[in-house]
């Protein structure tokens, strides 16, 4: 047990997705994994083990922001020994050609700020992500047929941001999207040399406002969390 998981020795997999959700978590668990069980629930924060086509996964929450990811991303890799780490989450489109519902693949995150930050003090450290996982989660997306988009995503640490110039800056240099906690997953998996990629569905988009509804959301993350599995387990 770690002061934020109530999980066993033993319970955690060492292939670990982590959406925000705590609640996306356990859907996750019910529909991609064969006989989940529960092996956290402290403070609300779920995570489930199973199985999926034989493989052990688990799928734990992680919050909202950068400073939430960072307790789990650390427990789970130095308590737990986790190994390979996916955050399967939402994200808001930046650029005309990327589409609600589609996938983004964030080979880089930048950041404004994140718990690591103070670490590099005036070095600007780029986290990227597994090259491995990155190409594996492409060819997925192919083959399942989702639109896919690869590149660098901006990871927020406001989610009510007031910074129209920034956001045009990003939109100017090729930005994707804007989530909350890829950079800082990016970060700690170079510090502890692990593997980590990020693969977002688009659910709003900052241009045009739309947005998908509550109730479409779990169909369209389905895909999401099919590439992320087959990019863990079937790189070769």
Same mark, same amino acid.
């Given at each position: ?37 529960? *092996? ?18 688990? #799928? ?48 880089? %995150? ?33 083959? #399942?047929?989702?639109?896919? &988009? *690869? ?21 100017? &240099? ?30 709003? &988009? #900052?241009?045009? &406002? ?21 990019? %863990?387990?079937?790189?070769?």
């Amino acid at each position: 047990m770690t002061f934020h998981i109530g999980a066993k020795p033993g319970d955690i997999a060492e292939t670990v997705l982590l959406p925000g959700d705590p609640y996306r978590a356990r859907w996750a668990a019910e529909k991609f994994l064969e006989n989940p069980v529960l *092996v956290n629930e402290v403070r609300g924060m779920l995570g489930f083990t199973g199985t999926w086509r034989g493989h052990r996964v688990t #799928i734990h929450g992680s919050g909202m922001g950068m400073p939430s990811l960072s307790i789990y991303a650390n427990e789970l890799i130095r308590d737990y020994g986790a190994q390979t780490l996916i955050r399967i989450g939402s994200a808001g489109a930046l650029q005309p050609h990327v589409k609600v519902r589609d996938v983004v693949l964030a080979q880089t %995150a930048s950041t404004n700020g994140s718990p690591s930050r103070s670490i590099f003090k005036e070095l600007n450290f780029a986290p990227c992500a597994d090259f491995g996982l990155l190409s594996a989660a492409h060819r997925a997306a192919l083959q #399942i047929g989702v639109p896919v &988009h *690869v590149g660098g995503i901006y990871s927020s640490d406001t989610f009510y941001d007031e910074r129209q110039d920034l956001s045009d800056q990003l939109q100017r &240099h090729g930005t994707l999207c804007v989530e909350m906690e890829a950079a800082e997953l990016y970060t700690l998996a170079a510090r502890y040399q692990r593997r980590a990629l990020a693969a977002l569905t688009i659910s709003d &988009h #900052i241009l045009t &406002h739309e947005a998908l509804p509550a109730d479409q959301r779990e169909r369209s993350f389905g895909a999401m969390v099919e590439v992320a599995l087959q990019a %863990a387990f079937l790189e070769s």
